[in-house]
């Protein structure tokens, strides 16, 4: 039971905790709250789907194409979409709206809301102390873990990345120093295709594929990085872990029950933003500190 | 000529803020711009470093966005005022804003590394935090320290410190001194200097007449948008009409 928990929870918080950072990244950067992005994400199980099952591609070539088309259709969203508008906020959110719908009626069209899945892409299963436990399973938990590892080491080391959170934290300020600022906002949306894109080949096995798949994560995500404190970064990582643990207990312990997971965490989120209402990460500065 | 800035003007909706404003700074020289509140001196150096355009961009659109600016500002020759900001930092005209605005949620080794964001070389890039840490021996020992949780005087000194990691030709303060204790003022005055003596031309604003007057070779006296004296600090100061009525002596 408690092994299951673990486990199930890894996985959740694993691939939340990378849409999590695409969406704090993007918010945090470019300004934009984007409910599209978990829309990219299903996008990319589609675009999985296709390669895999339908044209029988080989696994490597299709994981690297679903991304690279998933960021570049991110990318596209955003220059055609929502960088001219990005200063109305409530455009931006019923644009996004707009196009999260959208991608959901096309995949209708041709898929029909039917549950599709793909193989493990690992397959068999490993003995862990006893329990078995789906190589997917730990693919998913392993590789997560892996690229917020590499995001983060990219922020915090490279030049590039320090010029990136300079943008996040004062745009204006940001161009006196020779930062191309709509350079940066671009190369984050990026990023942050190439994370759903991530997103979908570590959990597209273990889930089913269907056109209403944005939905869900879309709660959770907009949970983990509110209960983080929005737009940081490193709140909304820790913040999708507590997510994907507290439904993994919900799930395993109330089995009756599982169908209120969502509900538990958004619970929690709203317990938390009493106690804290800047979220548990978030930092409050006064405002001029002289 | 250097810096030269003719007939600016600048509206927001229709609200004069900049009015035919001229001025022109040489290389080599300490110019400041003094006035009263209002008069238009942030404004005139964000219109320069290409934050009034940038505004004019975000902003384009919006009920904000009536944002008028004509004139033309010449550095070494060439047009400033249709370029965006980030292109005029790579000709190295910097400009450290007002109350200095650091990365709050930044450590100070973080923030003196994105003002080196134009400086290729890994080697340079040291020698460039090396000078800062000469001349600002506090942020050495308050590197990794949140630049948020500075005091003022330390957050002015990150602040310039920032605009030097950007290699300065042309260096824009925006009145360095504001609400800081005279003790501090007295070191960042050393601070401005030795700046200069590492050969960049520095063109400040400030409120505090005596520190511009005392820095600088030439001043310009802003009122309204406009410049209603320059000279000298002795020629301005026994001017007594300017005297009495923009600089308070
Ligand atoms: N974004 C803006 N929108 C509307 N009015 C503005 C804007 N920015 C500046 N102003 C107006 O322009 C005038 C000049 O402002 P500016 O900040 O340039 O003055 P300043 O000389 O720097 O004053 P201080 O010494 O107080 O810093 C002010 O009357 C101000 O209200
Ligand atoms: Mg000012």
Known sequence: MIEMIIINGAVMGGVISILATGFSLVFGVAKILNLAYTAFYMVASFLLYIMIIMYKLPLSLSFVTSIIITAILAMASYKICLDRIKEHESAVLIITVALTILFQEILILFFSAINRTIPPLVGGSSEILGVAILNQQIFCVVVSIGIIAIIWLFLSKTKMGNAIMAVAEDREVANLMGINVSRMCMITVGISGVLAGLAAVVVAPLQMIQPYMWMYPLVSVLCAVILGGLGNIKGGIVGAYILGFTEACVVFLFPKFSFLRGAVSLSIMLIILLIRPEGLFGIIFEEERL | ?249
């Open chain 2, 1 to 249: 000529m250097y810096l030269d800035v003719k007939n600016l003007n600048l509206f927001y909706d229709r609200a004069m803020v900049l009015d035919e404003l001229s001025f022109h700074v040489n290389k080599g020289e300490t110019v400041s711009i003094v006035g009263p509140n209002g008069a238009g001196k942030t404004s005139a150096l964000r219109a320069i470093a290409g934050l009034v355009k940038w505004e004019q961009d975000i902003l384009k659109g919006t009920v904000m966005g009536k944002i008028t600016l004509t004139g033309s500002v010449l550095f070494k020759g060439e047009e400033l005022l249709k370029l965006p900001a980030y292109k005029i930092a790579e000709r190295k005209l910097i400009l450290c804003p007002e109350r200095g605005r650091p990365f709050r949620e930044r450590t100070v080794l973080e923030n003196l590394q994105a003002g080196a964001y134009m400086v290729k070389s890994k080697k340079v890039m040291q020698e460039l935090l090396n000078a800062a840490y000469e001349i600002f021996p506090i942020l050495k020992t308050r590197k990794n320290q949140v630049a948020g949780t500075l005091s003022g005087g330390e957050r002015c000194m990150l602040a310039m410190a920032r605009a030097l990691q950007s290699q300065p030709e042309l260096l824009l303060l925006d009145e360095p001194t504001v609400g800081l204790a005279p003790l501090v003022k007295e070191d960042l005055f050393a601070c401005v200097k030795k700046i200069h003596a590492m050969g960049v031309t520095i063109l400040l604003t400030e409120q505090d007449v005596s520190f511009a007057f005392e820095l600088s070779e030439r001043n310009y006296v802003l009122s309204r948008g406009k410049v209603v004296a320059e000279g000298t600090a002795s020629q301005l100061i026994s001017d007594d009409l300017v005297r009495k009525t923009y600089l308070g002596l």
